[in-house]
Nanobody, 115 residues
Framework: QAQLAESGGGLVQPGGSLRLSCVAS????????MAWYRQPPGNQRELVAQ???????YYTDSAKGRFTISRDNARNTVYLQMNSLKPEDTAVYYC?????????WGQGTQVTVSS
């Protein structure tokens, strides 16, 4: 079983930046992929970005050019650097890891972009 703990959310003005972190603990024999999802108010959860164990990354169109996903395999940690934030980025952000034992989710961290 893996436990994920996100941090770094908060209230930021449009154009600002935030860095989300997610630390995985427990027994899960490594994460093939680590990813960030988000769920805007009244909408379904959606993929933002993902990163493979070897470092290959994928971004959705909404994240390209503004967000950067990275991971520290030694610390079982995934990060999401978010720049040039917009009000439409307001959502609960969740991290996910995909392991040989299954997929695991964090509890989520709220990001609010508002003036």
């Amino acid at each position: 079983q893996a436990q994920l703990a996100e941090s770094g959310g908060g209230l930021v003005q449009p154009g600002g930046s935030l860095r989300l972190s997610c630390v995985a603990s427990g027994r899960f024999f490594g994460a093939n992929y680590m990813a960030w999802y988000r769920q805007p108010p009244g909408n379904q959860r959606e993929l933002v970005a993902q990163i493979a164990s070897g470092g290959n990354t994928y971004y959705t169109d909404s994240a390209k050019g503004r967000f950067t996903i990275s991971r520290d395999n030694a610390r079982n940690t995934v990060y999401l650097q978010m720049n040039s934030l917009k009000p439409e980025d307001t959502a609960v952000y969740y991290c996910q890891i995909r392991t040989p034992l299954g997929d695991y989710w964090g509890q989520g961290t709220q990001v609010t972009v508002s003036s």
